[in-house]
């Protein structure tokens, strides 16, 4: 269907005089408690010391036997589990859920289940299919939350991949499908057909053992997505590393085909693109294209990416091009392009292409607003914006007070399962961490407000 700017803008409007900025300047913090900006501001200043997030795991080891589980455990729920975290039982969850509707804000559940790449304990069907039980909880609880809640727009929660099918598979099918003329064998169509049917998959280029795992993997696959369909919830998958993203590519053009036509009100299925990586803007470009071919709903999460020392690390050893941006201006360079490249194509096929605006970026959240009152696409549109819980709150509460579709990613469980995660996480986006610097200053700037009582700030 294709939106004309006409209607859209007599939907939309920012502002009937022109195009005004948001200010991120701290005034939303006017929102939150004393406590809860102190929390937050000692923990992205721990956060940002780069040996805590280096040997953050020998560090909470240490912890545990010097003080043992229980004050060791409560240390965290104080600080980095509290700030991070939404909780470990349904109620917990459905608190933090109700604290962020009650800013503007609304959920993205993850499920802080992965596999640790090359990882020889983490394998067996047992394991993928645990985690896949996990995954049909995650879309239930996202599902439930929102409903005790009242509507509050899509159902979105985060999948991933790697979770349900092996990398050392995924490293196989990358081979596969970047070799010239890829493999018919694995066409998205082929794939699709087989978790649609059930039947068995024969692929000759995999032996019996990867056939069979691709088989339960696609099967895994096919379940959550069917269950996110009955229950409303959208999927947006997570890139990974560059090593297996085409693999993962593969996988949710074959779900696509299933789940993201039209007639099944798609997409359930949404693709992440990182911007850190040369090849992202004609891969996307190219995508978006085929997907409008085919008649498909196109969903895009779009993110500058968190594995950048690792992939740079891995091209060094195997003598590999390095398949990352040389720097951060040249990723943000790309991070715009394909921001731009989206936004046009939401204007022109609306709801058929929705789009996260994933960054903790001001100047990419600027852009964002501004084109999208420039091409009249209405603040409850295709449009939202994704942070992480516990940061850029400046931006977030910004946003959602401006009326905008804004999702905290929310990790929830218990701290065995997600302190690993959330190390992992902080490892991967430690130049996120150390960029946090202006949102430090201005929790410091609110905080000294309130202490020196110099009045109630203003709400912008």
Known sequence: MLWTCRVLCSQAGPSAGGWKPLSFDGGAFHLKGTGELTRALLVLRLCAWPPLVTHGLALQAWS??????????????????????????????????????????????????????????????????????????????????LESAGPTGNILMQLKITALLSTQLCKELTSRVRRPGGSLELSPERLAEAMDSGRDLQVSCLNVEQTRHLQASLSRLHRVVQHARAQHVRLLVDA??????????????????????????????WNTYQAYLKDTYERLRRDAEAADRAGLAFGVKLVRGAYLDKEREVARLQGTEDPTQPDYKATSQSYSRCLELMLTQVSHRGPMCPLMVASHNEDSVHQATKRMWELGIPLDGPVCFGQLLGMCDHVSLALGQAGYAVYKSIPYGSLEEVIPYLIRRAQENQSVLRGARREQELLSQELRRRLLGRGLRVPH
């Not at 995954?135 to 599902?143: K, W």
Request: aromatic share 6%; charged share 20%.
């Open 64 to 145: 545990q036997r010097l003080l043992g589980s229980q004050l060791s455990g409560a240390l965290l729920r104080a600080s980095i589990y509290g700030q991070f975290v939404a909780g470990e039982t349904t109620e917990e969850v459905r608190g933090c859920v109700q604290q962020l509707q009650s800013l503007g804000l609304r959920p993205l559940l993850a499920v802080p289940t992965e596999e640790e790449p090359d990882s020889a304990v983490k394998t067996g069907e047992a394991w993928y299919e645990g985690n896949l039980s996990a995954m049909l909880r995650c879309v239930d609880l996202s599902r439930g939350l």
């Open 240 to 269: 990974e590393y560059a090593s297996l993203n085409p693999a993962l590519s593969l996988l949710v053009a074959a779900l696509a085909t299933r789940w993201n036509s039209p007639r099944e009100g798609g997409p359930w299925v």
